[in-house]
């Protein structure tokens, strides 16, 4: 079974500056997705960002970016220019890529981002 | 915003009683998930549903059952409440013909006393 595991349970940052969130999974399965979610007290949970395990190349989403490093194991998210509307829980999360797994989900554990103005 | 609603939203009861929670899409997706969230935990999969009256367990099944007599529908039972149970639930739906990104519904905060 897949793991994913957030070893932040909490960070903080400065309005305008720039944080990084970090994730490792365990797999034995050499093709499959990561997620970021944004979850802020509303209780929405909110996509932010997906990899392709296959892309080498990382993905971006505007001030939003991740470094993926496969053979690692690693997915950290790099929030840059950061603002107050970026205060949330981050969850990172698995997906086989094959149709068995009919697109279930495993989350790491959370972190809590706090912004500082 | 996918059409996704989740009833109650707030529920409170006493350990012992029996508690559904509804799930109810508009999206005509295939695949329907119930979560749990508990703090450390992050959300972990309870039950699923890979089409009409096909379900399966997930991680944290124990004291859960679900039904699906309809595409848009997903319920979640929990038979006799406990206080373990208490938790934020999340459903969730997916489509293979849209590379199964999954979209969340608002949650539904349950407390059993």
Not at chain 1, 27 to 33: F, I, P, R, V
Not at chain 2, 31 to 46: A, K
Request: glycine share 6%; net charge neutral.
């Amino acid at each position: 079974a897949q793991t994913v595991t957030q070893s932040q349970p909490e960070m903080s940052v400065q309005e305008a500056e720039t944080v990084t969130l970090s994730c490792t999974y365990d797999t034995s399965e050499s093709d499959y997705y990561l997620f970021w979610y944004k979850q802020p007290p509303s209780r929405q949970m909110i996509l932010v960002i997906r990899q392709e395990a296959y892309k080498q190349q990382n993905a971006t989403e505007n001030r939003f970016s991740v470094n993926f490093q496969k053979a690692a194991k690693s997915f950290s998210l790099k929030i840059s220019d950061s603002q107050l509307g970026d205060a949330a829980m981050y969850f990172c999360a698995y997906r086989s890529s094959g149709g068995t797994s009919y697109g279930k989900l495993t989350f790491g554990q959370g972190t809590i981002l706090t912004v500082h103005p | 915003d996918a059409g996704i609603t989740q009833s109650p939203r707030h529920k409170v009861t006493e350990t012992g009683t029996p508690v559904t929670l509804r799930c109810h899409q508009t999206e005509n997706h295939r695949y329907m998930y119930w979560y749990r969230q508990d703090p450390g935990h992050g959300l972990r999969l309870i039950h699923y549903s890979y089409g009409v009256k096909d379900t399966d367990k997930g991680e944290v099944s124990d004291g859960y059952s679900v039904s699906r007599s309809k595409t848009e529908d997903f319920l979640l039972t929990l038979e006799s409440a406990t206080s373990s149970q208490t938790s934020v639930y999340f459903c969730a739906i997916s489509d293979p013909r849209k590379s199964y990104e999954q979209y969340f519904g608002p949650g539904t905060r349950l407390t059993v006393t």
